[in-house]
């Protein structure tokens, strides 16, 4: 059982540039969150999910985009980093109100 | 809106000592309340959680009572280990609703550290 798998581990971006994070659970959640986490700051809730094909924004949701086809995955898309995206982002899954998180990528933007 | 406060860290502590890390809350409604644990370069973990007020949530010798008359869930255990050092985080949900569907709110996290 896998769990929420989290997919890269490590990534570095120039500023500019673009990328995706996936997150999968197989778990059959209905709910579905990116978080990011900063020294000092706990983690913030970025965007989320209530099921395929809805998302919503949550606490600092300028600079991303997500989507959410299948009831699996869901994936955070970054359009045009900036060094102050640079910060280690959690996917959580949940079917009530106990979260499940995924080991997490750490992204550095340049 | 909701919010959490938790005491700062780093808290060290010496093994077999007693731990209370303090935890409170703002919130509308009935959230749930929740303690999470994060060792070194993982994720997040569940380590207890309680629904409503007066519930006490326990796992791996932790307890956290859940307090509505002062807003508090404290995190204890009785003697700490040097493999309980990580970061532990307190959070709420549902603070409108009872329900979790809207993403967690967390508290800063306090680093928690046990020497031999």
């Known amino acids: 059982n896998a769990g929420v798998t989290q997919t890269p581990k490590f990534r570095v971006l120039k500023t500019g540039q673009s990328m995706t994070l996936l997150c999968a659970q197989d778990?059959?959640?209905?709910?579905m969150y990116w978080y990011r986490q900063d020294p000092g700051m706990g983690l913030r809730l970025i965007h989320y999910?209530?099921?395929?094909?809805?998302?919503a924004k949550g606490e600092v949701p300028d600079g991303y985009n997500v989507s959410r086809l299948k009831k699996q995955n869901f994936l955070l898309g970054l359009e045009s980093a900036a060094p102050s995206q640079t910060s280690v982002y959690f996917c959580?899954?949940?079917?009530?109100?106990?979260?499940?998180f995924g080991p997490g990528t750490r992204l550095t933007v340049l | 809106g909701d919010s959490v406060t938790q005491m700062e860290g780093p808290v060290t502590l010496s093994e077999e000592a007693f731990l209370t890390i303090n935890c409170t809350y703002t919130?509308?409604?009935?959230?749930?309340l929740f303690w999470y644990v994060q060792y070194p370069g993982e994720g997040l973990q569940l380590l207890l959680k309680?629904?409503?007020?007066?519930d006490k949530g326990s796992n791996k010798g932790f307890e956290a009572t859940y307090r509505k008359e002062t807003t508090s869930f404290h995190l204890e255990k009785g003697s700490v280990q040097v493999s309980d050092s990580a970061v532990y985080f307190c959070?709420?949900?549902?603070?409108?609703?009872?329900?979790?569907?809207?993403?967690?709110?967390f508290g800063k996290g306090t680093h928690l550290i046990i020497q031999p």
């Open positions: 959580a899954s949940s079917g009530g109100d106990t979260q499940y």
């Open positions: 778990m059959n959640h209905e709910y």
């Open positions: 999910s209530v099921g395929e094909g809805t998302t």
């Open positions: 919130a509308t409604g009935y959230p749930s």
């Open positions: 309680a629904t409503k007020a007066d």
């Open positions: 959070a709420l949900s549902g603070g409108y609703s009872g329900g979790g569907a809207d993403g967690l709110t």
